[in-house]
Nanobody
């Protein structure tokens, strides 16, 4: 079964940092676009960042630019999302999603074929 597996969520104070991991299970992430989405209660699932592993291009939504960094370690079949200077409004369930390289930079959820179960990130004092 093809399914990315997320980890690394938790409770952190405002201004703190977390690093999320997405491991490819049954899929080699190095051939695909890998995106992070998030969904807060009452909100739609929204894209946060994406990496195109075919050429290393990275994409971010404006609200996280300068604070979040997406990266890929192909030897570990893992994509990371380093989140710094976290704010309460970053609180959400974070999902890893995998799609063909052509969807990189686009954050329509229907463009991505494989989804993880999500990991909770809570930013609170």
């Amino acid at each position: 079964q093809v399914q990315p597996v997320e980890s690394g969520g938790g409770l952190v104070q405002p201004g703190g940092s977390l690093r999320l991991s997405c491991v490819g299970s049954g899929i080699v992430l190095g051939y695909f676009a890998v995106a992070w989405f998030r969904q807060a209660p009452g909100n739609k699932r929204a894209g946060v960042s994406c990496i195109d592993n075919s050429d290393g291009s990275t994409y971010y939504v404006d609200s996280v630019k300068g604070r979040f960094t997406i990266s890929s370690d192909n030897a570990k079949n893992t994509v990371y999302l380093q989140m710094d200077s976290l704010k309460p409004e970053d609180t959400a369930v974070y999902y890893c999603a995998v799609g063909v390289p052509g969807v990189a930079g686009h954050f329509g959820a229907n463009l991505y074929d494989h989804w993880g179960q999500g990991t909770q990130v809570t930013v609170s004092s």
